[in-house]
């Protein structure tokens, strides 16, 4: 289901039209309530910043006679530090931005000199000298912390039982910043719970499977089909921001008089993200650009994100089934626990999970989220899909939204007195089930529901859940072998994995084996 490109020069002059139109930021209009480029960083967006510009459709709560019994929850890391390779990149920006400064010099000093912004003159990348990457901060630690506070206050009663691991289950990828993620999040849900120092603190279990065969969380791993469309698609993908970045690297130029490439522009851009994600810093490299070119390079941010992780192909969120049967079959289980009478305390209230951009997308895409239109139609019929509108026409598809960091998706599983009837319940009637979605903690509308954010159970399976259950993991993600040669085989498929494992870990490997993992 590959998606179709918007047409190059119709985009280039869309950009064109929108971007010379435009006037550089002022510092007031940073600091105003009309902009604010922390808002516009794709997936390097801060979850509080993200929570405060959620604009997802809601649909009104539930019945109060509807009581929850079960919660999976699948969420993104907090905020991390850049990656070893994306710390390298600065540090070779620091060159670059020196030997341009050194270039203009020979200009001359009334024409080009004070035209350069003076944060740029001596700068030095905060990370500089820093061997080791890509960790949870501080502001991470705090976003899943207070989420985890957030969540034992909203479904109160179902995190009142004395924590046992079966009971509130948290599982984590075995990335050291998805982990420690799962840790800040216990020690908010279980703060008070022990007597381990003034908070009273006390232990809990983290679950992780090894990162080969961890195909519930790490699916994107084990899955050969999708790694070969991700290489495949990505030069398609960069051919397709090429014009914003060509447009927008004339720009700077024009404006500086340095001479920018278009990997100088990217690397800027980059820089303003963890600036104003990580720093809060809006007034250095998130200044070079105008309102118009950030509206431009944060859509092709989202363009990679829909094309590489989203709805860009179904082997992106098709891959995510074994996760979306681990969820369906923890309700189902609760189900079975509430039907059989059994005590509280004897069955799971809780799966709590904790992994990546890669994750979290594609489970929203599982589920139906951020759709235009009829697209929901679509998927089902396995028809290809539009690109997201280029600006400034509005979209669903953003990255700020869909996965910022410790973004996530909350299943709520209900138990309701009765069958629901224009939002009014028969008491006659046996229980019944109800799933409620929240996305970054808020109800959205599910297409595959009558855009409904409370869903019978069973209308939920047969909507939502079962037509993508036609379709078995082993059979999407495994390409078919060329040879019969089962060693070469198994040496390959190891090779491919260590291959992925060191590029994770900021080794060097070749540039088509290289892929960004969030």
Known sequence: MAAPRTPLPLVLLVVSATLLAAAPLSPAAETGGAFDVRRHLSTVTRYDVARGSNSVASAPSMSDECRVIHLNLVARHGTRAPTKK????????????KALIDEAKQGPESDSMKKIPSWMKGWESPWKGRVKGGELVSEGEEELYNLATRVKER???????????????????????????????????????????????????????SRASDICLRFFDSCETYKDYRKRKEPDVEKQKEPILEHVTSALVNRYHLNFTQKDVSSLWFL???EASLMNITNQACQLFNEAEVYFLEWTDDLEGF??????????????????????????????AKEENHPDGTYEKARLRFAHAETVVPFSCLLGLFLEGSDFAKIQREESLDI?????????????????????????????????????????????????VLHNEAPVSMPGCGNKDFCPFEEFKEKIVEPHLKHDYDALCKMRPVAREEPSSFSSRMSNFFLGLFSQKGYHVSAQDVKSEL
């Open 272 to 274: 303003c993200k963890q």
């Open 86 to 97: 994306r710390i390298k990149e600065l540090d070779r920006l620091a060159i670059r931005l």
């Open 388 to 436: 997201p509108p280029v600006p400034p026409q509005g979209r669903n598809w953003k990255g700020s939204v869909v996965a910022p960091f410790a973004g996530n998706n909350m299943l709520a599983l209900y138990q309701c007195p009765g069958k629901t009837d224009g939002g009014k319940i028969s008491r006659d009637q046996k229980s019944s089930y109800f799933v409620q």
């Open 155 to 209: 479904f109160q009663g179902l995190f009142d039982e004395e924590y046992h691991p079966d009971v509130y289950s948290i599982r984590a990828t075995q990335v050291p910043r998805a982990s420690a993620s799962a840790v800040a999040f216990g020690l908010g849900l279980l703060s008070g719970k022990g007597r381990l120092g003034p908070v009273k603190n006390r232990a809990f279990s983290v679950l992780s499977e």
């Open 307 to 336: 094309v590489l992780k989203g709805y860009g192909e179904s082997i992106n969120y098709r891959m995510g089934l074994p996760l979306l049967k681990d969820v369906v079959q923890s309700m189902e289980e609760a189900i079975i």
